[in-house]
């Protein structure tokens, strides 16, 4: 009982979380960084937390949103892998689960996005009849975002409480730790080219 309270606390948390990449504060509170341990320390495991939510930003920090371009979800990604180290995967796993959660979200927000631009034509008639009210658009916004995306990190984790109960799923675990065990080399390359590309364009 208190465990299935922790993963609803910790999907509503996720979903507030995830405001602040765009709607609301953009405090960088969304940022797989601060959600990973966060969510970490809520569900008793902030070193877990933390380490899955670093390796998650070495690998997110790069994608910029551009256009019509939607990246990857880092709050997703980090809520889903925290979440499901929560419910018995081992932490390689969870990344992993957690790298997919980030990337499938693109879509879900791009529906949303594309929801959302719908409501033109509604606004500009309300601001022509003087009763536009920005407030309750924008709690509209905000509510309809913060749902989606903690609904969101609820199906994830219940897809991993399903996972952890799969017969024999141990055997998987030698091929993510070795794969999980390059991310940190894998990110930190992907860091330094970044900076380097930084350096050269200021020279």
Not at 3 to 18: D, M
Not at 28 to 39: D, I, N
Not at 62 to 71: E, L, R
């Amino acid at each position: 009982m208190i465990a299935a309270l922790k993963v609803l606390v910790s999907s509503a948390l996720a979903g507030l979380l995830g405001l602040d990449a765009v709607q609301a504060g953009q405090f960088l509170l969304s940022r797989p960084a601060f959600v990973g341990p966060v969510l970490g320390w809520l569900n008793g495991c902030p070193l877990e937390g933390a380490r899955l939510g670093i390796l998650l930003e070495l690998l997110y920090i790069d994608f910029i949103p551009v256009g019509g371009v939607v990246p990857p979800n880092g709050t997703a990604a980090a809520a889903a892998a925290v979440l499901a180290h929560a419910a018995g995967l081992a932490p390689s796993l969870s990344f992993f689960l957690g790298l997919a959660a980030g990337v499938l979200y693109s879509p879900v927000e791009y529906r949303l996005r594309a929801s959302r631009s719908a409501w033109n034509p509604l606004i500009e008639e309300q601001v022509r009849d003087g009763i536009f009210v920005l407030r309750r658009w924008l709690a509209k916004a905000m509510l309809i975002e913060n749902a989606a995306l903690a609904g969101y990190a609820l199906a994830w984790a219940a897809l991993a409480a399903l996972l952890a109960r799969v017969p024999g799923l141990a055997r998987v675990y030698p091929g993510t730790e070795f794969a999980y065990s390059l991310m940190p080399w894998l990110g930190l390359s992907g860091l330094y080219f970044r900076f380097r590309t930084q350096m050269y364009k200021k020279g």
